[in-house]
């Protein structure tokens, strides 16, 4: 083991730049340049909303977002880039993840206090009522996993319908994400720097909970503002937060931090487009993305699949 020096390049909203994070860290297997494709920056894709969330991509690769602020439709962005909108009528959505059955589930606001799902022809129907959901993820058994932050909670609701607390303690719990072989579930905490690790039972159920990584802050404030999460293929978890894009090892060690592609309050973020090479983000009014060399994991699809 030996310390060492962190940095990387990182692209910002008006070009390239150095950042450097002096840390204590063991010898890094996975440095963030592994994932940077050389001369790829930020791509902006859409612009115009207010305050964008709920990021998610299908089978195909085609990204879905909403605008919490202004309701009332779920947006699409093709392979290609283009945009179109998938559900005209919906309730403001904080969430949206595609499950095994094909179906678009989603994180009701506005006072609906709800977990929804869409259809492929944008019908909805009502999964679970009298919640107060911020984010989810669906698991390829068809299993619910979503966070309550004000109650301080993380809620299952296991493949037959059955709803029942999984944890609770975490300050103010946020996006979340499973490991590649959906043994292991980790939450965000928006007010505290750790994101929190869980081992799945067979039955759905959670234990083993340890604060697994820790979120670096800016200036040693005492929140992280972490926000969504998501994972790659290799077993990485990228969370976005104040500081930007922090990705860390399966192990729980950080690679790296990729800086926002404008200083504005970045929300979710989640793997899409062709071969779900590009890390797509909902940054404020904003959507952008980046080709990495990484590949997203769709976790509503079967092993292999």
């Known amino acids: 083991m030996r310390n060492k020096t962190l940095f990387h390049s990182i692209a910002g909203g008006f070009g390239t730049a150095l950042w450097f994070v002096s840390a204590q860290i063991f010898a890094q297997d996975m440095a963030l340049s592994d994932i940077l ?17 709920a990021a998610c991509a299908d089978a195909e690769g085609n990204f879905y977002f909403t605008d919490l602020a202004k309701g009332t439709t779920i947006n699409k962005i093709s392979t290609e880039g ?8 919906a309730p403001k959505l904080s969430g949206l993840k595609f499950g095994p059955d094909g179906r678009l589930f989603g994180c009701a606001q506005g006072g609906l206090k709800q977990i929804v799902a869409f259809d492929k022809l944008g019908k909805m129907s009502v999964i679970a009522s009298d919640v107060e959901p911020n984010d989810l993820i669906v698991s390829r058994k068809g299993a619910i996993y979503f966070t309550e932050s004000g109650k301080s909670q993380v809620t299952y609701i296991d493949p037959v319908g059955v709803k029942r607390v999984g944890d609770k303690g ?5 996006g979340l994400t499973l490991s590649p072989d959906q043994g292991t579930l980790v939450v965000s905490d928006h007010r505290g720097t750790n994101l929190w690790a869980f081992r799945i039972q067979p039955n759905g159920t959670l234990d083993a909970k340890e ?50 592609p404008q200083d504005k309050f970045l929300a ?10 590009y890390l797509c983000v909902t940054c404020s009014d904003k959507i952008y993305r980046r080709k990495t060399t990484a590949h997203g994991v769709l976790f509503f699809q079967k092993q292999g699949g």
């Open 82 to 89: 283009k945009l179109s909108v998938f559900v005209e009528n």
């Open 211 to 260: 604060p697994y990584m820790t979120v670096w802050t800016p200036n040693g404030k005492p929140e992280s503002s972490s926000d969504g999460m998501t994972t790659d293929g290799a077993g990485r978890y990228y969370v976005a937060s104040a500081a930007g894009i922090q990705v860390f090892d399966p192990t729980g060690r950080l690679c790296g931090i990729l800086t926002k």
């Open 37 to 53: 494709v050389p001369g790829e920056e930020w791509q902006l894709v859409a612009e115009g909303y207010q305050f964008t969330r």
């Open 170 to 174: 975490i300050s103010q719990p946020s």
């Open 268 to 277: 979710n973020l989640g793997f899409a487009g062709p071969n779900l090479e």
